[in-house]
C-alpha cells in the first residue's frame, strides 16, 4: 500500500509538471564547472539558497532535477553528467588517490559511452575536457585552487557550456532518457505495485534526508543477507519482493520530493513524517502544515477552516477548496542503519483527519496560565513535557513521538508511555505545568474504562466530590498558604510532601493540616479567616477521609485539581492587581 500510495503520487505530481520524467531525481548541487568549446574550465560558479535548519535559516546546496543517482554500495559507480570530486576530478580529501583516479576514469568511460556520437558543442566539449583532465592539474588550476578545500567535501558538482546547464539541453537529456529506459537483460517479474510483468529493480532507489539516516541515503525496501530473502531467491536482492524499475523509481522520486520540500514533512522526535492528498494537490498538506509545523494554532482563519472540514463541509484554503472526503496520507520513517523503518503508515479522508485533530485540542484544553499567549499546544510542545530540560539529550522518546501522532491522528486512545512519562517528570521537578495538566485531563478523557469525567474539565469545578481532586485542591491551598505565612521560604511542602501527598494522603495530609495551623497564626485575621474558611470547606466535602493510596489514574486527578485550584487563585491575583 505504501509504495502503490506514492507511485500513484509520482503520476500525479508528474501530468502536473512538479517532477520529471522517469529517470531524474532531485539532487544537491553546490558547484558547476563552466567550460568553453575546447573542454578548459573558464569559472566556477557556487549554487547555494537560504534553507530552514531547526528555527533557523543557512546556505545550503541547490536542489536540481539531475538523471537520477547511482545505487551504490562499496563499488565504483559514476553519475551522468555530475558527482562529487573524486568522480569529476579525481581527488578528494580521502586520502586514497589510486581510488580517486579509478573513479575519475569510471565517470570519462560513462560519458563516452553515453555521448559518443552526439554532435552537439556542449557534450563534446564535456567530453575535451574528460579526457584532457589530469587530477594532478586540480590544486594548480587557476580556477580551482581558490575552492578546492570546498570542492572535496563530498559536494555534488554539475557541467555548464557557455552559461548553459549540460542536464537541461534536449539532446543530452534525450540520451540519457533512452538509456534509462533501455532495461537490457533485466529479468521480468510481475510488479508488485503494478501487477504487470515488467523488468524488476533489483536495488532500490536511495532516499535522502531522513534525520538520522545515512546523509548519502537509505533504502525503504533492501535485502543485503541470506537470513532475509526468501526460497530460491539467495542473492536475488529485489527480486525478493519484485518492483520494477518504474515503478521503483515513481515512488523513490516521490519520497524524495516530499522529504526535500518543507511543506510536506515535519520531524517528531527521530521520526521523519511526510504526508500527501490523493491527487497530488499541494494545498491540503500545506494546510497540515500549518497546523502541525508552528507551535500553535492562534490563526482564528486557521481554526474556523479546521472546524468546517471536520464537520464535512468543503473549505477555502488560499484559493483551493478542500475536499473532506479526499483521501489523505501520512508515512512515518525513521532510521535502521543503511535502511528505512516504518513507524506507521496513515491513510483515510481528510475530513476524518481534521475530525479526530479537533477532539485532539478538545480534549487537551485546559485553563492556561495569564502570561501563557498560546492557544494551543503542538504535539512538540506535548512532547517536551516528557523530556528533563535540564539533561543533555532532551530528545522524547523516538517510539512514544510515533504512538502519539498516531492516536492524534487516528482518534485513539493515547500511549500510555505518554501519560507514565509525564507522571516521572511530575514525580522528578513536583511541578504540574498547563501542559502536563492538558495531558493528564486527554490521556484519562480517552480511556475507555475511566468514568470519573466531571474532573476533567476545562477549569476548576468546585462541584466535584472526587476524593483525589478535592485533595489537590486542598494542597494547592495549603501551598498558597504557607507562602503568604513565609514569604521567601526556599522549601515549600510542594517540594517535601507533593510526592506523597498524590500516593498515600492518609499518612500526609494530617501532617500538612497541622502545619497549617501554625501558618494562620501568622496572617491577619481577613487573611486567617480566607484561608481557614477554604480549607473547611474542602475536608467538609471530603466525605470518607483521607484515601489510604492513590493508583496512578487518581494521582493524576489529584494533580489536576491542584493544577485547577492553583490557577484559579493566580487568576484571583491577577484580578485583584487589576482592580
Known sequence: MILQSLAALYEDLAAKGTLDLPGWSPVKVSWGLDLSRDGSIQYIVPYQEEVERGKKKVWGPVVMNLPAPVKRTVGIDPNFLYDNSSYVLGVDDKGKPARSRQCFEAFRQRHHELLDGLAHPAAQALLRFLDGWSPEMATQHPVLAPYMEELCKGVNIIFLF?????????????????????????KLMQCLVYGKRLPVQILHPSIKGVQGAQSSGASLVSFNASSLESYGCDGGQGRNAPVSTQAAFAYGAALNYLIAHPDHH???????????????????????????????????????????????????????????????????????????????????????????????QEHLEIIKPAYDQWNELSVWWLLNETVNQKSK???????????????????????????????????????????????????LTRQPNYTNKEVLTVSLNEESRSAPYLLGRLFSVLE????????????????????????????????????????????????????????????????????????????????IGYYHQTQKRFTKKEDESNG
Open 480 to 559: 498558597a498558604l504557607q507562602e503568604e505565612a513565609n514569604p521567601g521560604i526556599n522549601a515549600t511542602i510542594r517540594d517535601r510532601y507533593f510526592n506523597a501527598a498524590c500516593a498515600t494522603p492518609v499518612i500526609v495530609f494530617p501532617t500538612l493540616i497541622k502545619l497549617a495551623q501554625t501558618h494562620l497564626k501568622k496572617l491577619k485575621t481577613g487573611r486567617k479567616i480566607h484561608y481557614d474558611k477554604q480549607i473547611g470547606q474542602i475536608l467538609a466535602a471530603l466525605e470518607n477521609g483521607y484515601p489510604a493510596r492513590l493508583n496512578l489514574q487518581d494521582q493524576g486527578v489529584f494533580q
Open 393 to 443: 539529550d532532551k530528545q522524547p522518546s523516538p517510539q512514544l513521538a510515533g504512538d502519539l501522532a498516531r492516536a492524534i491522528w487516528m482518534g485513539t486512545p493515547y500511549p500510555a508511555t505518554l501519560y507514565e512519562q509525564t507522571q516521572i517528570r511530575i514525580r522528578a521537578e513536583h511541578k504540574v505545568t498547563r501542559g502536563r495538566a492538558a495531558i493528564i485531563k486527554a490521556y
Open 266 to 360: 515535519l520531524r517528531m522526535g527521530d521520526t521523519t513524517v511526510v504526508y500527501w492528498a490523493e491527487g497530488g494537490e499541494e494545498a491540503y498538506a500545506d494546510f497540515l502544515g500549518s497546523i502541525l509545523g508552528s507551535s500553535t494554532i492562534s490563526n482564528k482563519e486557521l481554526g474556523d477552516t479546521i472546524k468546517d472540514i471536520a464537520k464535512g463541509k468543503a473549505a477555502n484554503w488560499k484559493g483551493v477548496l478542500l475536499n473532506p472526503e479526499n483521501r489523505f496520507f501520512i508515512l512515518g520513517l525513521a532510521p535502521n542503519a543503511a535502511r528505512l523503518s516504518v513507524r506507521f503508515f496513515l491513510h483515510h479522508a481528510y475530513g476524518d483527519l481534521m475530525k479526530n485533530v479537533v477532539r485532539h
Open 162 to 186: 557557455d552559461g548553459e546547464m549540460l542536464h537541461t539541453i534536449p539532446e543530452i537529456k534525450e540520451i540519457w532518457q533512452l538509456h534509462f529506459s533501455d532495461d537490457g537483460d533485466a
